[in-house]
């Protein structure tokens, strides 16, 4: 039952994959850009309910209450899955951070060229938006302290 939603995720990266290089040809990409972006998360985020949602073969009611003992490569699975955890609060945190800067950033110096006396206001905005990689980045060091 987990490759249904794993095949759906690969199908999901290789149609971004060619939706990425046919963009490059067309005259008209920002919406299909918006269309291939909102196809591509749906289908991510399909996979990963079903992921969750499906139960593994074998799991019952019965099962649910016994409390298995923690091996050590479960140990280790958990571990991973908060590195993982932590990698992608990082990098979806600065990512975000690097867009709210570029576009902030760009505004602040075409409103300087204008107006050099707003610096104050303007540096605090592009500040604010740069404060969200700093989030990102307590989030994964609260992950990794509880592992």
């Not at 996979?47 to 969750?52: K, P, Y």
């Not at 590195?83 to 300087?112: C, E, K, P, Q, R």
Request: glycine letters at 8%; proline letters at 4%.
């Amino acid at each position: 039952m987990i490759i249904i939603p794993l095949l759906i995720t690969t199908l999901a990266v290789i149609f971004t994959i060619y939706a990425g290089l046919t963009i490059k040809k067309r005259r008209d990409y920002k919406s299909f850009a918006k269309k291939v972006i909102l196809l591509s998360s749906m289908a991510i985020l399909a996979s990963l309910l079903l992921l969750f949602l499906i139960p593994p073969p074998g799991a019952s009611a019965d099962q649910a209450e016994e409390r298995p003992k923690l091996t050590s490569s479960s140990r280790g699975m958990d571990a991973a899955a908060g590195y993982i955890g932590a990698a992608i609060a990082v990098g979806a945190a600065t990512l975000g951070a690097g867009f709210a800067v570029a576009s902030t950033g760009s505004a602040m110096i075409g409103a300087m060229a204008e107006k050099p006396e707003i610096i104050g206001r303007a540096l605090i905005v592009v500040a604010l938006a740069e404060g969200i990689a700093i989030y990102g980045m307590v989030v994964a060091i609260m992950i990794i302290a509880t592992l």
